[in-house]
């Protein structure tokens, strides 16, 4: 098995899943080239060591410049603020690093933009943290839909609801600060709008509304001075797709107990699918024309006749986790490397998703629909 090194920047709450994913991935893809940890940086010195001693990285530092241009590093995993996203993959790219992102890659389109095109001129290959669609019972939606198994597709219902930020006492951080693009339309909703895309196809039209419901936070955990807060805390678009139908997307970081509501209905002349992140292995299917004394949902269960869920458990029913969607995310990255099938969601993928905000942004500052473009 053919070895590549790793490095990853930033050690939070995201560090942790890729390198866990990076260390899991060969024994669950036999396939796989298998990943050598070789370097951990983060900002905070302490950390990065902290992490180092805990993956088995080889090295551990605070300056990530050195670790992306370290010979023994191939592969780069950016998971720190989104501010930082664009100077990172930009060294690493020139560095000629494959480059594995975190959502969304920057705080605007047009920064996107040229992290895409640096990628593609290099020839590097690019994968996005868009996780939740690497889920095996999302390819079945997505299979039954292209299949048409629900006729024409004439609504699309989504949402991605949390509550990280409904306290008002939840100090200023870099979700909020504004260099680093939208609040939860850009946090969150980056997802719901990537899992439509990758559903339905391209979005063509967007009018938004976006209100920020938490004016102000403190500076500092427990500080009594305050900040004002200038992003969203609930982002609501209704959307177009090219395909022809209408669709509503909500980002809202402030739903009091909703913990991982990132779900949908997508409905069709012929049925309904519904999907939530809270039930991640199961999807609910409603068929037309059933007859009236038993027509109802039908709850399918995720199990091995869902690839590649078999890669992890034999039996069905016993369930994949959050981080076995990053394992999976991280195969499909060195499958892509190895030369296979460049399943994405790439920078370019990642670049029509930060369009899709950008205009919900706009379009919600000018009250008014607006063309995607
Ligand atoms: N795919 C997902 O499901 C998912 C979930 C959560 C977060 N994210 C994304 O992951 C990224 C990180 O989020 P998180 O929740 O892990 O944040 P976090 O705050 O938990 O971790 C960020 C880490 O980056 C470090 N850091 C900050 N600035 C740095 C710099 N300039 N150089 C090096 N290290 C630096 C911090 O010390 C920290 O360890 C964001 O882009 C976020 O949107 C994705």
């Given at each position: 098995?053919?070895?590549?090194?790793?490095?990853?920047?930033?050690?939070?709450?995201?560090?942790?899943?890729?390198?866990?994913?990076?260390?899991?991935?060969?024994?669950?893809?036999?396939?796989?080239?298998?990943?050598?940890?070789?370097?951990?940086?983060?900002?905070?010195?302490?950390?990065?060591?902290?992490?180092?001693?805990?993956?088995?990285?080889?090295?551990?530092?605070?300056?990530?410049?050195?670790?992306?241009?370290?010979?023994?590093?191939?592969?780069?995993?950016?998971?720190?603020?989104?501010?930082?996203?664009?100077?990172?993959?930009?060294?690493?790219?020139?560095?000629?690093?494959?480059?594995?992102?975190?959502?969304?890659?920057?705080?605007?389109?047009?920064?996107?933009?040229?992290?895409?095109?640096?990628?593609?001129?290099?020839?590097?290959?690019?994968?996005?943290?868009?996780?939740y669609?690497?889920?095996?019972?999302l390819?079945?939606a997505r299979?039954?839909i292209?299949?048409?198994?629900l006729g024409d597709i004439v609504s699309f219902r989504g949402i991605h609801a949390?509550?990280?930020?409904?306290?008002?006492?939840?100090?200023?951080?870099?979700?909020?600060?504004?260099?680093?693009?939208?609040?939860?339309i850009?946090?969150i909703g980056?997802h719901i709008i990537g899992m439509s895309r990758f559903l339905l196809g391209?979005i063509?039209?967007v009018i938004a509304d976006?209100?920020?419901?938490?004016?102000?936070?403190?500076?500092?955990?427990?500080?009594?001075?305050?900040?004002?807060?200038?992003?969203?805390?609930i982002g609501r678009a209704i959307v177009r797709f090219?395909r022809g139908c209408s669709g509503s997307i909500e980002a809202n970081?402030?739903a009091?107990?909703r913990?991982?509501q990132l779900g949908f209905e997508v409905t069709g002349t012929?049925g309904t699918l519904v999907f939530s992140q809270e039930?991640?292995?199961?999807l609910h299917f409603y068929?037309?024309?059933?007859?009236?004394?038993?027509?109802?949902f039908?709850?399918?269960?995720?199990?091995?006749?869902?690839?590649?869920?078999?890669?992890?458990?034999?039996?069905?029913?016993?369930?994949?986790?959050?981080?076995?969607?990053?394992?999976?995310?991280?195969?499909?990255?060195?499958?892509?490397?190895?030369?296979?099938?460049?399943?994405?969601?790439?920078?370019?993928?990642?670049?029509?998703?930060?369009?899709i905000?950008?205009?919900a942004?706009?379009?919600?500052?000018?009250?008014?629909?607006?063309?995607?473009?």
């Amino acid at each position: 098995m053919q070895e590549i090194g790793v490095g990853i920047i930033g050690t939070g709450f995201m560090g942790k899943t890729h390198a866990l994913a990076y260390r899991a991935v060969a024994g669950v893809f036999p396939e796989s080239l298998r990943p050598k940890l070789v370097a951990v940086a983060d900002i905070d010195e302490d950390a990065a060591k902290r992490a180092a001693a805990q993956f088995g990285f080889a090295r551990a530092s605070s300056d990530w410049k050195s670790l992306v241009t370290d010979p023994a590093v191939e592969v780069v995993s950016i998971t720190t603020p989104n501010r930082v996203h664009k100077e990172q993959a930009l060294a690493a790219i020139a560095a000629g690093k494959h480059v594995h992102c975190e959502k969304p890659i920057a705080p605007r389109a047009a920064d996107a933009k040229i992290m895409m095109e640096a990628a593609e001129a290099a020839g590097v290959v690019t994968q996005v943290g868009f996780n939740y669609i690497k889920n095996p019972i999302l390819g079945l939606a997505r299979s039954m839909i292209v299949a048409g198994e629900l006729g024409d597709i004439v609504s699309f219902r989504g949402i991605h609801a949390e509550d990280y930020m409904a306290d008002a006492d939840v100090p200023y951080n870099w979700r909020v600060d504004p260099s680093g693009g939208g609040g939860a339309i850009a946090d969150i909703g980056s997802h719901i709008i990537g899992m439509s895309r990758f559903l339905l196809g391209p979005i063509v039209e967007v009018i938004a509304d976006l209100r920020t419901v938490v004016g102000s936070r403190p500076v500092s955990p427990g500080a009594a001075e305050r900040r004002k807060v200038e992003v969203d805390d609930i982002g609501r678009a209704i959307v177009r797709f090219e395909r022809g139908c209408s669709g509503s997307i909500e980002a809202n970081w402030v739903a009091l107990g909703r913990k991982m509501q990132l779900g949908f209905e997508v409905t069709g002349t012929k049925g309904t699918l519904v999907f939530s992140q809270e039930r991640l292995n199961e999807l609910h299917f409603y068929r037309a024309g059933a007859n009236p004394r038993e027509a109802g949902f039908v709850r399918i269960e995720a199990g091995p006749q869902h690839a590649p869920y078999g890669n992890f458990i034999v039996a069905p029913g016993h369930q994949l986790g959050f981080n076995e969607l990053k394992t999976i995310e991280v195969a499909d990255f060195l499958r892509a490397i190895a030369g296979g099938e460049q399943k994405g969601p790439d920078f370019r993928e990642a670049w029509e998703i930060q369009k899709i905000i950008d205009t919900a942004i706009q379009s919600s500052k000018e009250r008014r629909w607006l063309a995607v473009s």
